[in-house]
T-cell receptor, first 114, second 112 residues
Framework: EPEVTQTPSHQVTQMGQEVILRCVPISNHLYFYWYRQILGQKVEFLVSFYNNEISEKSEIFDDQFSVERPDGSNFTLKIRSTKLEDSAMYFCASRDRGLAGELFFGEGSRLTVL | QKEVEQNSGPLSVPEGAIASLNCTYS??????FFWYRQYSGKSPELIMFIYSNGDKEDGRFTAQLNKASQYVSLLIRDSQPSDSATYLCAVIPRGSWGKLQFGAGTQVVVTP
């Protein structure tokens, strides 16, 4: 069964360092998303991406964050200068067509900022 | 700010009983409604979705939607210890690019 894959599963970094989280969405999917979940809190939307551009972003997704789809398969989330409060689980998700169907989630990347 | 509200629980349910979970949402224009299950440290996994008013059944799960009351619920029949998890209600708000807006989740504990 096709699945969304994310790497790394866990990354530990020092405050101020840049981090890139990688995702490989399901191959025929068209809509891509990043969510985050701080420990003990709810899953929060960060950004959606369609047709090689950001279609929607939340207030959390400030200038420290960026996304790109560099090669038609990978979908990356970059945090330019990490802060302690960026420590969270980051989930990538994708959807094939339409905006109301099932969203498939990856297993997540746990980011710990020290 | 559009909100999705759930009772955080924990909801303790004896094995074999029915678990009833509730969710309200503030955006009256929301069209799609989802229930996800999340085990600790894992990603959300879809249980079911519902678009129309009324009930939708899938195995031991039944989702109920009442758009007039802005209310969606999930019933889990014959609860099993493996159903112990956090259940997330999610909606797609009107005008969004398919983003899911999640509630904080209800923790369910099924006791043998």
């Amino acid at each position: 069964e096709p699945e969304v894959t994310q790497t790394p599963s866990h990354q530990v970094t020092q405050m101020g360092q840049e981090v890139i989280l990688r995702c490989v969405p399901i191959s025929n999917h068209l809509y891509f998303y990043w969510y985050r979940q701080i420990l003990g809190q709810k899953v929060e939307f960060l950004v959606s991406f369609y047709n090689n551009e950001i279609s929607e972003k939340s207030e959390i997704f400030d200038d420290q964050f960026s996304v790109e789809r560099p090669d038609g398969s990978n979908f990356t989330l970059k945090i330019r200068s990490t802060k302690l409060e960026d420590s969270a689980m980051y989930f990538c998700a994708s959807r094939d067509r339409g905006l109301a169907g099932e969203l498939f989630f990856g297993e997540g990347s746990r980011l710990t900022v020290l | 700010q559009k909100e999705v509200e759930q009772n955080s629980g924990p909801l303790s349910v004896p094995e074999g009983a029915i678990a009833s979970l509730n969710c309200t949402y503030s955006d009256r224009g929301s069209q799609s409604f989802f229930w996800y299950r999340q085990y600790s440290g894992k990603s959300p996994e879809l249980i079911m979705f519902i678009y129309s008013n009324g009930d939708k059944e899938d195995g031991r799960f039944t989702a109920q939607l009442n758009k007039a009351s802005q209310y969606v619920s999930l019933l889990i029949r014959d609860s099993q210890p493996s159903d112990s998890a956090t259940y997330l209600c999610a909606v797609i708000p009107r005008g969004s690019w398919g983003k899911l807006q999640f509630g904080a989740g209800t923790q369910v504990v099924v006791t043998p």
